[in-house]
């Protein structure tokens, strides 16, 4: 089985309504989509979205990546291309895209289904979180009821650098929807001080954790907060790496980490975190950016093998597209997620 061509496609999914954090808006899926073909016929595909303001690469900038690579990888096994790959000095969203495609290869290879490939024994079932997107208080809990009662039981919540409409926001949501548990997803819009007047406000209200409050590069006060709050905190864009979970591990600067295969690179550098994560006992959330269904597909694969490890889920992105999607392997139904 080696490598024949790579050819590579923009595609577009329109979301149901503009998805908004502290970091971003935007208002459709736009993804690079690659596939990977041998010479036996066999062929996989890889995906990776433009999230400029997280990974620092737009479209472009992955195709350009991919572009970069593609040539050294023709004629390789996929074993052997994926050495090559993690070595390369691209963009961890491009070496996902072209990760997925080969481990999904190697899986083929073995004629086994990705969760079974990554050690899984059987499918199981999952849950996912929703994401609430940063807006009004008003549209906000409009956008939190309508998802409680489609099933929804785990509202990601979006807030932003104004403390007062995010303290509001999280009581009343508790308050008007006392049966749902509440992740807080500050998306590093505050400082030290804020945090702490944060976790002061809302110490009446029960809350399942705090993601990322503070910048990336401020650990420091990411640890006095961990060491503050009543709650667990959750570092995402500060663990891109096995190397940086392994910091954050140590240094004790955060409680749980999320792990996104478009900061690792890629289904086998999540399987590094996750195993890590398996040794050392740390709870981890399993999140995305917004992405396609193929991206979504591995990412589900990956999460059914490590259940154990994986406290949170945050793989949503097709609970917001316009339509669905005919290429997703899974059924949402509300909360949950089934293997199909």
Same mark, same amino acid.
């Given at each position: 089985?080696?490598?024949?061509?790579?050819? $590579?496609?923009?595609?577009?999914?329109?979301?149901? $309504?503009?998805?908004? %954090?502290?970091?971003?808006?935007?208002? #459709?899926? *736009?993804?690079? &989509?690659?596939?990977? +073909?041998?010479?036996?016929?066999s062929?996989?595909?890889?995906?990776?979205?433009a $999230?400029?303001?997280i990974t620092?690469?737009?479209?472009?900038?992955?195709?350009?990546?991919?572009?970069?690579?593609?040539?050294?990888?023709?004629?390789?096994?996929?074993?052997?291309?994926?050495?090559?790959?993690?070595?390369?000095?691209?963009?961890?969203?491009a070496?996902?895209?072209?990760?997925?495609?080969?481990?999904?290869?190697l899986?083929?290879?073995?004629?086994?289904?990705?969760?079974?490939?990554?050690?899984?024994?059987a499918?199981?079932?999952?849950? %996912?979180?929703?994401?609430?997107?940063?807006n009004?208080?008003?549209?906000?809990? =409009?956008?939190?009821?309508?998802?409680?009662?489609?099933?929804? $039981?785990?509202?990601?919540?979006?807030?932003?650098?104004?403390?007062?409409?995010?303290?509001?926001?999280?009581e009343?949501?508790?308050?008007?929807?006392?049966?749902?548990k509440?992740?807080?997803?500050a998306?590093?819009?505050?400082?030290? *001080?804020? =945090?702490?007047?944060?976790?002061?406000?809302?110490?009446?209200?029960?809350?399942e954790l705090?993601?990322?409050?503070?910048?990336?590069?401020?650990?420091?006060?990411?640890?006095?907060? %961990?060491?503050?709050?009543?709650?667990?905190?959750?570092?995402?864009e500060?663990?891109f %790496?096995l190397?940086? +979970?392994?910091?954050?591990?140590?240094?004790?600067?955060a409680?749980?980490?999320?792990?996104?295969?478009?900061?690792?690179g890629?289904?086998?550098?999540?399987v590094?975190?996750?195993?890590?994560?398996?040794?050392?006992?740390? &709870?981890?959330?399993?999140?995305?950016?917004l992405?396609?269904?193929? #991206?979504?597909?591995?990412?589900?694969?990956?999460?059914?093998?490590?259940h154990?490890?994986?406290?949170?889920i945050?793989?949503?992105?097709?609970l917001?597209?316009?339509?669905?999607?005919?290429?997703?392997?899974?059924?949402?139904?509300?909360s949950?997620?089934?293997?199909?």
């Amino acid at each position: 089985m080696k490598i024949e061509y790579i050819q $590579t496609e923009v595609k577009n999914i329109p979301l149901k $309504t503009p998805f908004v %954090t502290a970091l971003r808006r935007v208002e #459709s899926v *736009e993804f690079m &989509r690659v596939k990977v +073909v041998c010479q036996n016929a066999s062929f996989a595909y890889g995906e990776a979205p433009a $999230t400029k303001a997280i990974t620092n690469e737009g479209i472009e900038d992955i195709l350009a990546s991919i572009a970069i690579l593609k040539e050294m990888l023709i004629g390789k096994h996929p074993e052997d291309a994926l050495k090559i790959l993690h070595k390369a000095n691209i963009g961890s969203s491009a070496k996902a895209a072209l990760d997925m495609a080969l481990v999904s290869l190697l899986a083929q290879e073995f004629g086994e289904p990705l969760y079974k490939f990554f050690g899984g024994e059987a499918p199981v079932e999952l849950q %996912t979180d929703i994401t609430i997107s940063l807006n009004d208080l008003d549209t906000m809990l =409009s956008d939190a009821k309508e998802a409680y009662e489609s099933g929804m $039981t785990l509202l990601k919540v979006k807030v932003g650098s104004d403390l007062k409409h995010a303290v509001r926001v999280i009581e009343e949501l508790a308050f008007e929807l006392p049966k749902v548990k509440i992740l807080v997803d500050a998306n590093q819009a505050w400082n030290l *001080e804020e =945090s702490l007047s944060f976790l002061n406000a809302v110490q009446k209200v029960k809350i399942e954790l705090i993601e990322q409050p503070v910048i990336a590069t401020d650990l420091e006060s990411l640890k006095k907060i %961990t060491d503050a709050s009543f709650v667990p905190i959750l570092a995402d864009e500060a663990v891109f %790496t096995l190397e940086d +979970v392994i910091k954050v591990r140590e240094g004790r600067y955060a409680d749980m980490i999320n792990i996104k295969l478009m900061k690792c690179g890629g289904l086998s550098k999540a399987v590094e975190i996750l195993e890590y994560a398996r040794a050392h006992d740390i &709870r981890c959330m399993f999140g995305s950016m917004l992405e396609g269904p193929i #991206s979504i597909n591995a990412a589900l694969h990956l999460a059914m093998a490590f259940h154990d490890v994986i406290a949170y889920i945050d793989l949503d992105s097709p609970l917001l597209y316009k339509e669905s999607s005919d290429e997703l392997e899974f059924l949402y139904a509300g909360s949950k997620i089934i293997f199909i």
